[in-house]
């Protein structure tokens, strides 16, 4: 049974040099992963494959950053989950960055369900849940004060944090893995990986840096 999902959403940063740079930096870390930690790393689509090569020899996931609402046909530019699913066991959908309407993200969540890819759906404004909650999903709360914008961080008090997450799990199932999303990084993940009703973190800028990336795993062992 797994514990915790720790999630590296790399959104459009990473070339090929560097994907394979993390990779380098990160090799040395894979002896400390637990096996109760989900892993998950989500690049872009290009190097979605050389993440997969890693995860064969890893207890590391690969997830889609987003899949296409269309499924399959003359969609130019659009990569379907059928297309993913062998390489990718998760995608992430309803990412606050790409700003879409909640029945959007509920199709491609039944996309995703349908080709047998978990959903990682994201959502900052609780409301949302009864419409984009299904069984088989994660859900990832991204916490609208405390995502960072142009790198500059914003605080939250975690206590906060809790009394929303609280109020969520009114809404959805404790069985029902519910991680956060909110500027994680190295300095806040103590305090985080304390949260009880949580199930793990979506980390964003913060995962780019292997080092860095590994002490957020380390919070959860």
Known sequence: MINKYIVANWKENMGFEDTISWVDGFSGFLKFLSPENEIIIAPSFPFIPVIYELSKKSMLKVAAQDISLKEK???TGETGAFQVKEFCKYAI???SERKEDVNVVAAKRDICLKEKITPIICFTNPEDLVRLHKEGVIMAWENPVN??????????????????VNEIRKIISSNTPLIYG????????????KITNLNGVLVGNASLDPKTFADIIRAYN
């Open 147 to 164: 995502i960072s914008k142009n790198g500059v961080y914003n605080a939250e008090d975690p206590s906060k944090i809790v009394l929303i």
């Open 73 to 75: 046909g003359a969609n």
């Open 93 to 95: 959908i309803g990412h």
């Open 182 to 193: 909110g500027s994680v990084n190295e300095n806040n993940i103590e305090h985080i990986a």
